[in-house]
């Protein structure tokens, strides 16, 4: 996985920060601590209180529910939102399916970040809701 883009450049690829501002991305970027995983390591389990929120820029997750595989997310996917965002354990459990190259913040940068850049919180209550939906 090669790292020579800048950080800032990578979460324009992130539907979820496309739209921002020169400012607002920089933010992100500086909320944000990059994060490589290798193929089979835990993010998150089903059930734990949710501490961090990743966008993943290169690779895929599954996304597991009381052992059920119930989806894959690959680049530009943000996960642990639900946990953050809805104040409520873990939904699902997730596991790198390939090596994974993310982006993550603890819940005090992503409550940060949310706070600064209100169109992020927006988005992701309407990506929560389908998911939840779903």
């Not at 800032?8 to 920089?26: C, M, N």
């Not at 997310?73 to 642990?80: D, I, N, Q, T």
């Amino acid at each position: 996985m090669s790292r020579t883009v800048p950080t800032d450049h990578e979460l324009t690829q992130v539907p979820l920060f496309a739209e921002l501002s020169r400012k607002q991305l920089s933010l992100a970027s500086r909320l944000t601590t990059p994060l490589d995983l290798p193929a089979g390591q835990v993010l998150a389990r089903q059930g734990s209180v949710g501490a961090e929120f990743f966008v993943v820029l290169e690779g895929v997750v599954e996304v597991v529910r009381s052992g059920d595989l119930v989806a894959t997310r690959g680049a530009g996917s943000p996960l642990g939102e639900i946990a953050l965002l809805g104040a409520r354990p873990r939904t699902a459990t997730l596991i790198a399916q390939t090596p994974v190259h993310a982006r993550v913040a603890s819940q005090r940068e992503f409550s940060g970040l949310l706070a600064e850049v209100p169109e992020i919180s927006q988005r992701l209550h309407a990506i929560m809701m389908e998911r939840l939906a779903a």
